[in-house]
């Protein structure tokens, strides 16, 4: 308290202390007890009162211990059992958890993982049944819930991942780690099929290349049999060897598309040579064949990296073909489902001739070499009125664009596309998928549409480089796949004449075991606008076992989605049905029995050696336990910190000090009342 409130203070008692005297004792002569009492509850009453106005900040010190976190994280995948170190992982976290010293010192945190991450509460949340490993996931979460502090991590795992980024960078290189092996770290004779590389989709009558990694386990030479087979058929098959300096082969072959719809093969690695685990021995894989191509015409008459990007974007759907090509240079028009016409001039004169017999859906895209008089002329769903001024525009994502499922990839944050300055003008009903913003100020322009005029689709991008959003997506996401598929479900609604549908529903042919299997479903009013209070429901049946489940369909962004994890591998048929109008949509998907969890015959020990080189850790077994626990008592960099915590209160916020008023007033009146003092 500063010196002013200590005066207040005591001219508080001074005050208080006249009062009272005044009232019992001024020109009084009786000074019985009975007046001492009434003066010192007067006194009381008053000098509380003045505290209150006053109400000085009292301050309180007090002291914690705050203990240096241990982070001990306990794989919980399925491949802990199949390493048969389930019981041995149990016990390992046990002896950490309880041991009385390191609890004396750190403040213990427990978790689990696989494809999640969550906290330990009690031995029953260890079951191993996980059907995935994550373990950069472990990095991400211990980093957030521990900022800015120096801490140990134990990670008890079998250092086998099948999901995520790379662990071994993941982790924060000023916190160490002590990675405690569990498992059976004896190396044994192993044939694996590591990964397969193919295309989902294959033509009808072509030939279609599939790359298999296989890899081998082992200290000794030893021959194996390749093969590729359909059911009982074998396809392709051929001899490989291994060595303890050949560890690896990548087998390239070329497979027949001769049948069309979903094909399934089963890619098998085989040897006379006795192994303890053969389940990763083959692995399944899917094509899809089908009878007919996308073919798309990039129409040009300038160089730009937008060509090339859109090109790339479109073709990763294996079932779309790409054709750059001049204006003039174009010889018949009918053989294309869809043409791009990038930044038309007058060159672009006889195409639109040609394509308003043809009526092929067309994506017009904009930009500063357009010639925009030219295209109010050849168009009618847009009237433009350009400067010759350059300008930025950047997009805003509409979330009400219901013309077909698409999520919003990060568009408010892509770079900004370059188009004339100018007004633009709908003379049709359009869909604005992308609005435009100079700056923070949105215009009232669009500057990605879609229209659907009496089945004759098209599309407008007012604006050039967007090989730059392609870049962006990458460097956001790590990935092309974001952007690719915005491309790609653009070129679909404009491959397809098909009239609006009430019910649209997106899934997969098939799924891999273990893979997470979304279905997300669209229903449309008779307005063809997105009905958010749909009911849908899924009814899936099994169609061997005719086992049936139904589940509801979730809202969630601009579609309805149902996850179905947990269904067995086998065939399903499925039918998606929206209650209040009874549309429905039929159609089936495969699960291929695939356990990712199954493939390991060992703990991958040189990772986790090279994750605790990384953080400047030090790896263990399971039988060294002993030894991590003394060297984590011996780290004197892991002290305790006492921490000073000031609480400061005003004084108005004692409830006991209003109380103590109170009953001093009422009990000074009772006491006069009593005695007819009053």
């Known amino acids: 308290m500063n010196k002013i409130t200590i ?62 976190p241990l982070v001990l994280a306990v794989d919980n995948s399925n491949s802990i059992i199949d390493l048969k170190a389930d019981t041995n992982s149990k016990e390992v976290f046990e002896k950490l958890s309880v041991n009385t010293d390191l609890a004396a010192k750190f403040d213990i945190q427990s978790y689990r993982f696989d494809s999640d991450f969550q906290p330990i509460l009690s031995k029953e949340d260890l079951d191993f049944k996980g059907k995935q490993t994550n373990i950069g996931e472990v990095a991400k979460n211990i980093r957030s819930s521990n900022k800015n502090l120096s801490f140990p991590t134990v990670l008890i ?164 073909k790409v054709t750059i090509v001049k204006p003039k240079e174009i010889n018949e028009l009918n053989t294309y489902n869809v043409l791009i016409l990038y930044q038309p001039n007058a060159e672009f004169k006889s195409i639109f001739d040609t394509n308003e017999k043809l009526r092929i859906n067309t994506w017009i895209i904009t930009g500063n070499s357009t010639d925009f008089n030219f295209l109010n002329q050849e168009q009618s769903a847009f009237s433009f009125r350009m400067s010759g001024q350059k300008e930025d525009y950047l997009s805003e994502y509409q979330s009400d664009f219901n013309l077909f499922a698409l999520d919003n990839i990060g568009f408010d944050n892509f770079p900004p596309l370059e188009n004339p300055f100018g007004k633009i003008t709908a003379n049709e009903n359009v869909t604005i998928l992308l609005a435009s913003r100079i700056r923070n100020v949105p215009t009232e322009a669009p500057l990605l549409v879609f229209a659907d005029n009496q089945g004759l689709r098209s599309a407008y991008l007012l604006g050039e480089n967007s090989w730059k959003w392609r870049a962006q997506s990458y460097r956001d996401n790590q990935t092309y796949e974001n952007y690719d598929v915005f491309i790609d479900k653009t070129i679909q609604f404009l491959a397809s004449n098909d009239s609006k549908k009430s019910l649209i529903v997106n899934h997969e042919r ?78 089936g998907f495969e699960i291929l029995d695939f356990d990712i969890e199954k ?80």
């Open 157 to 320: 795992s079998d250092g086998n991942q099948t999901s995520g980024e790379d662990y071994v960078f993941g982790f924060d290189a000023n916190n160490k780690v002590y990675p405690l092996i569990v498992g059976d770290t004896t190396t044994y004779l192993d044939l694996k099929v590591n990964q397969i590389n193919v295309n989902k989709y294959a033509f009808h009558k072509n030939k279609y290349p599939a790359e298999v990694f296989l890899q081998y386990a082992g200290t000794k030479t030893t021959n194996a049999t390749f093969s590729i087979s359909q059911g009982k058929n074998v396809i392709t098959k051929q001899n490989v060897s291994f060595s303890p300096f050949k560890k690896a082969q990548i087998v390239s072959v070329l497979l027949p598309a001769d049948k069309v719809g979903l094909q399934i093969y089963t890619a098998s690695l085989s040897s006379s040579e006795v192994e303890k685990n053969k389940y990763n021995n083959s692995k399944k894989f899917v094509v899809e064949v089908i009878d007919q191509k996308t073919e798309i015409a990039l129409v040009s008459s300038i160089n730009h990296p937008d060509l090339g990007a859109l090109k790339r974007s479109i073709e990763t759907n294996a079932s779309r």
């Open 7 to 68: 005066l207040l203070i005591i001219l508080s008692l001074a005050i208080a202390a006249g009062v009272s005297y005044f009232q019992y004792f001024y020109k009084s002569k009786n000074k019985s007890k009975l007046n001492i009492g009434l003066a010192l509850l007067r006194f009381l009453a008053i000098f509380g009162l003045l505290i209150l106005l006053i109400n000085p900040i009292v301050s309180r010190k007090t002291f914690e211990i705050v203990k240096t």
């Open 510 to 587: 098939f799924y891999n075991s273990g893979d997470p299997i979304e279905i997300t479903a669209q229903y449309f009013n008779k307005n063809y606008e997105l009905d958010e209070k749909a009911r849908l429901t899924i009814t899936v049946t099994n169609n061997k076992t005719k086992q049936i489940k139904k589940y509801d369909l979730l809202r969630a962004s601009n579609a309805f989605k149902v996850n179905l994890d947990g269904l067995a591998a086998g065939n399903y048929s499925f039918a998606v049905k929206e209650l209040n109008s009874n549309a429905s949509y039929s159609n």
């Open 599 to 678: 493939q390991f015959v060992n703990p991958d020990v040189i990772k986790l050696q090279q994750l605790a080189s990384q953080t400047n850790g030090k790896a263990f077994v399971s039988n060294q336990v002993d030894a991590l626990i003394k060297i984590l008592l011996d780290n004197q960099d892991y002290k305790a910190i006492e921490k000073a915590i000031v609480k400061k209160t005003p004084i108005i916020d004692w409830i006991w000090l209003l109380v103590l008023i109170a009953l001093a007033l009422a009990c000074e009146w009772f006491i006069r009342k009593y005695n007819g003092m009053l």
